[in-house]
Nanobody, 126 residues
């Protein structure tokens, strides 16, 4: 059974940084595509950053140049380094995993991922 556990969320002032971690178990991690999504109150869940098993990445336009996704296959952890945080980054952040590489154009689509963590809250105050 796939289990994804996020950590690293918290409260930070605008312009600050946070690093989220997602520890994975119960899956052949090195072959999985891993992603980070977020959901703000009253809004739909949206893709933030995705990294496939070969290192290919995709980022939402709103976070390009500020966020970086990385993975440690030996530790089965995927990270999201978030810099220059803005109030609009405030959301619950979710880790996601899927054994299939997303189809072109659907890398940041919620439907491309079958396994999800419980989320970690990120709050950015201005």
């Amino acid at each position: 059974q796939v289990r994804l556990v996020e950590s690293g969320g918290g409260s930070v002032q605008s312009g600050g940084s946070l690093r989220l971690s997602c520890a994975a178990s119960g899956l052949r991690y090195s072959s999985y595509c891993m992603g980070w999504f977020r959901q703000a109150p009253g809004k739909e869940r949206e893709g933030v950053a995705v990294m496939d098993s070969d290192g290919t990445t995709s980022y939402a336009d709103s976070v390009k140049g500020r966020f970086t996704i990385s993975r440690d296959d030996a530790k089965k952890i995927v990270y999201l380094q978030m810099n220059s945080l803005k109030s609009e980054d405030t959301a619950m952040y979710y880790c996601a995993a899927d054994p299939q590489r997303p189809r072109d154009g659907y890398w940041l689509d919620v439907a491309s991922f079958g396994d999800w963590g419980q989320g970690t809250q990120v709050t950015v105050s201005s």
